[in-house]
Nanobody, 119 residues
Framework: QVQLVESGGGLVQAGGSLRLSCAAS????????MGWFRQAPGKEREFVAS????????SYGDSVKGRFTISRDNAKNTAYLQMNKLTPEDTAVYYC????????????WGQGTQVTVSS
């Protein structure tokens, strides 16, 4: 059974940085995609970033382009989200998700980690 566990959330001041991690267990992701999503109170879930396990191709949501960087360590079966220049609008629960193929929907989800940015 695949499990995704996020870590690294917390409270940070505006302009600061945080690095989220998502450790996958239960299978080795040598293909497919790992993604990050977020959901703020009263808002719909929003795509943040994704990365292909093979090849490392990345995609970003418009609101985080130029500030967030997604990466992965295949040997550790872990994906990361480096978040810089954080603003209060980045406050949300951040979820990592994984899918087995590029064209499929996300099949696996983590429990989420809270990121709070104070002004």
């Amino acid at each position: 059974q695949v499990q995704l566990v996020e870590s690294g959330g917390g409270l940070v001041q505006a302009g600061g940085s945080l690095r989220l991690s998502c450790a996958a267990s239960g299978r080795t992701f040598s293909s497919g995609v790992m993604g990050w999503f977020r959901q703020a109170p009263g808002k719909e879930r929003e795509f943040v970033a994704s990365i292909w396990w093979r090849g490392g191709r990345t995609s970003y949501g418009d609101s985080v382009k130029g500030r967030f960087t997604i990466s992965r360590d295949n040997a550790k079966n872990t994906a990361y989200l480096q978040m810089n220049k954080l603003t209060p609008e980045d406050t949300a629960v951040y979820y990592c998700a994984a899918k087995n193929t590029i064209s499929s929907g996300y099949e696996y989800w983590g429990q989420g980690t809270q990121v709070t940015v104070s002004s």
